[in-house]
Every structure is written in structure tokens, then in C-alpha cells.
């Protein structure tokens, strides 16, 4: 087992160029953190992809403890690649990812571009959908309040038009920025088109997913 995790690699990554000039600093971690996301691809057994604010937090937690349970792990484990694997090696690996903005987008390009790798492409690959709109309004949130300056940096630098988190508003996010709604409908349409072409996938919506664990966990009648 590597002696870093994927997460603390990142860490490395970003403190190691934060002091670079602003273009250095901007495509070297582009290009390294692209591998990292190369490499937990090919290192996970399952692929999940979602545009942010899809339920992807939720789900994993959802993942995360279902292993807890299984294994007796405490709940702090949390999933995001190989956290769990490396607590114990029979829980499999994950690659969790928007495959879509910045160095992540890289994970596109192994399932379905220059790049393409057919042991990625085998592996169960699960996207994750909800209502776009619903995503935008909490993407403007999670975007201009939530995502960490090096990574709002690295996919502003991909943006025509970056985005001013301090003068935007919401509806401007979500009806005219690059990173609005008509952004979040090609973003669900490319990858459902990638998915359709994979052989071992499965398409699930949040809203049904959340629909499911109420009626599961709703007490049963006996009249």
C-alpha cells in the first residue's frame, strides 16, 4: 500500500506550488493534480461522478457507512478515494469526481478521449444526477461561499469570463456565468452520453435515492 493517500498527496501537491507564480502555479497543478486523478481512476474498483452539489457528499456518507457498519470501523472514516481501503484492505477503493471542471476533467478523457483506458472503462462506473436547477442554486453557494481558493482558482483560470465570488449574484451564477445552468445541462448531457457507452454503469437520481431511504425507513402499519 503507497505510504500517502491520495489526500494527502493533494496536500503536497498544492502546499509544494503555492508560492509559484501565478501561471507556473496554475499549470503545474493542473498537471499534477490530473495524474493524481489518472491514478485513483485506475487504482479504484468503482467510479462515481456527479456534478458538485448532486448528493455526492451525501451518497458517499451513505457508502462510507454501510462499511462502518460491516467492519466495525469508526464513523469518522470518511470516503472520498481510498480512506477506507487503507483502514482495511478488503473494503474496495473509490474514485469520487465531477470529471468535468479543471484537472478533473481528466477522468473524461480515460473514459472517452485521447487518453481513453479500457481497464478504466470496465470498471462499474455509477453517475449521479439531479435537477439541474436545483444543482445551480446550490452550486452558486457552494462555489462563491464553500470551494477552497485554489481549487475556485484552478477552475477559474478555465472560464473566459472567471467569476467574481464578491460582486455576482445568484442570479447572474445561475442564468449567465459560465458556470450556470446551461453549463450544468451540457455537463449532464456529456456524461450521460459517456455512460450510455460504457458497458458496466448505472444512472441514479438523487431524488429517488433520497425517496427510497424514507420509505425504507419509514415505521411499518400494523393494522
Same mark, same amino acid.
Given at each position: 500500500?503507497?505510504?500517502?493517500?491520495?489526500?494527502?498527496?493533494?496536500?503536497?501537491?498544492?502546499?509544494?506550488?503555492?508560492?509559484?507564480?501565478?501561471?507556473?502555479?496554475?499549470?503545474?497543478?493542473?498537471?499534477?493534480?490530473?495524474?493524481?486523478?489518472?491514478?485513483?481512476?485506475?487504482?479504484?474498483?468503482?467510479?462515481?461522478?456527479?456534478?458538485?452539489?448532486?448528493?455526492?457528499?451525501?451518497?458517499?456518507?451513505?457508502?462510507?457507512?454501510?462499511?462502518?457498519?460491516?467492519?466495525?470501523?469508526?464513523?469518522?472514516v470518511a470516503l472520498k478515494t481510498d480512506e477506507l481501503h487503507r483502514v482495511n484492505p478488503? /473494503?474496495? @477503493?473509490?474514485?469520487?469526481?465531477?470529471?468535468?471542471?479543471?484537472? *478533473?476533467?481528466? #477522468? +473524461?478523457?480515460?473514459? &472517452?478521449?485521447?487518453?481513453?483506458?479500457?481497464?478504466?472503462?470496465?470498471?462499474?462506473?455509477?453517475?449521479?444526477?439531479?435537477?439541474?436547477?436545483?444543482?445551480?442554486?446550490?452550486?452558486?453557494?457552494?462555489?462563491?461561499?464553500?470551494?477552497?481558493?485554489?481549487?475556485?482558482?484552478?477552475?477559474?483560470?478555465?472560464?473566459?469570463?472567471?467569476?467574481? /465570488?464578491? @460582486?455576482?449574484?445568484?442570479?447572474?451564477?445561475?442564468?449567465?456565468? *459560465?458556470?450556470? #445552468? +446551461?453549463?450544468?445541462? &451540457?455537463?449532464?448531457?456529456?456524461?450521460?452520453?459517456?455512460?450510455?457507452?460504457?458497458?458496466?454503469?448505472?444512472?441514479?437520481?438523487?431524488?429517488?435515492?433520497?425517496?427510497?431511504?424514507?420509505?425504507?425507513?419509514?415505521?411499518?402499519?400494523?393494522?
Amino acid at each position: 500500500m503507497p505510504i500517502f493517500s491520495d489526500r494527502m498527496k493533494r496536500r503536497v501537491i498544492l502546499r509544494s506550488t503555492a508560492l509559484l507564480p501565478t501561471s507556473v502555479r496554475l499549470s503545474t497543478r493542473y498537471r499534477l493534480l490530473a495524474n493524481l486523478e489518472r491514478g485513483k481512476a485506475r487504482r479504484g474498483n468503482s467510479i462515481i461522478i456527479g456534478h458538485p452539489k448532486s448528493g455526492n457528499t451525501w451518497l458517499r456518507t451513505m457508502i462510507a457507512r454501510a462499511y462502518q457498519i460491516k467492519y466495525s470501523l469508526p464513523p469518522t472514516v470518511a470516503l472520498k478515494t481510498d480512506e477506507l481501503h487503507r483502514v482495511n484492505p478488503e /473494503i474496495p @477503493r473509490f474514485c469520487v469526481s465531477n470529471g468535468y471542471y479543471s484537472y *478533473e476533467s481528466a #477522468l +473524461a478523457e480515460l473514459l &472517452d478521449g485521447d487518453r481513453f483506458d479500457a481497464a478504466v472503462a470496465s470498471k462499474p462506473v455509477v453517475l449521479l444526477l439531479r435537477h439541474p436547477a436545483d444543482i445551480a442554486v446550490s452550486w452558486y453557494i457552494q462555489f462563491t461561499k464553500r470551494v477552497s481558493p485554489a481549487k475556485r482558482e484552478l477552475i477559474n483560470a478555465t472560464l473566459e469570463h472567471p467569476v467574481d /465570488i464578491d @460582486r455576482i449574484s445568484r442570479w447572474d451564477f445561475v442564468m449567465n456565468s *459560465e458556470l450556470g #445552468l +446551461a453549463n450544468i445541462i &451540457d455537463f449532464l448531457n456529456q456524461w450521460e452520453r459517456i455512460v450510455r457507452g460504457l458497458d458496466n454503469t448505472m444512472i441514479v437520481r438523487y431524488e429517488e435515492l433520497r425517496l427510497s431511504l424514507i420509505h425504507i425507513s419509514e415505521p411499518t402499519r400494523l393494522d
